[in-house]
T-cell receptor
């Protein structure tokens, strides 16, 4: 069974800092990897999707990398802002896409 | 594009009653929809996967008779919590996968439904 781990569980940084969130998975037979953001009491917002054949994706201040062979992905946030405060989740589906495995999330707090 | 809605956003009900939650894909056809449950400060737990026109596939430990899932059309799936108990109180989130975007395998999530059973 696929296991997805996110480190750290929580992170507090001052505004303006660059930061890295980590996601690791045990089974490299993945279809893609998706990073999401969840605000308290809300649903999930898709941030970036990396196909299994890709190594990274960028959107604005966000950059996600994928190293499938080592079972790792990182989400890099540049010049963090208080509005970035949320829980960040990574998720992977297998090739047959019969389910979606989520990490437990990293709760980010960016202090003004 | 790729918007998924859920209704209601919040519901409070008495123990023993049934509650229906709707999940709709507003601007695309969803061949597959997923239902998740999220406990406070925890990650999402997949409850079941539903494909349009066929029976849902439930995850181990999820009671089929308690959590009824119907995916009657390509834009609508419903989750009915039958004979609700206080322990069913949770945040329920649906997601949808587009048939036309299946090459990317992207999932789009609804805003969630907060269920409180008194």
């Amino acid at each position: 069974k696929q296991e997805v781990t996110q480190i750290p569980a929580a992170l507090s940084v001052p505004e303006g800092e660059n930061l890295v969130l980590n996601c690791s998975f045990t089974d490299s037979a993945i279809y893609n990897l998706q990073w999401f953001r969840q605000d308290p009491g809300k649903g999930l917002t898709s941030l970036l999707l990396i196909q299994s054949s890709q190594r990274e994706q960028t959107s604005g201040r966000l950059n996600a990398s994928l190293d499938k062979s080592s079972g790792r992905s990182t989400l890099y946030i540049a010049a963090s802002q208080p509005g970035d405060s949320a829980t960040y989740l990574c998720a992977v589906p297998p090739y047959n896409f019969n389910k979606f495995y989520f990490g437990s999330g990293t709760k980010l707090n960016v202090k003004p | 594009g790729a918007v998924v809605s859920q209704h209601p956003s919040r519901v409070i009900c008495k123990s023993g009653t049934s509650v229906k939650i709707e999940c709709r894909s507003l601007d695309f056809q969803a061949t597959t929809m997923f239902w998740y449950r999220q406990f406070p400060k925890k990650s999402l737990m997949l409850m079941a996967t539903s494909n349009e026109g066929s029976k849902a596939t439930y995850e181990q430990g999820v009671e089929k008779d308690k959590f009824l899932i119907n995916h009657a059309s390509l834009t609508l799936s419903t989750l009915t919590v039958t004979s609700a108990h206080p322990e069913d109180s949770s945040f329920y989130i649906c997601s949808a996968r587009s048939g036309t975007r299946s090459a990317r395998g992207e999932q789009f999530f609804g805003p969630g439904t907060r269920l409180t059973v008194l």
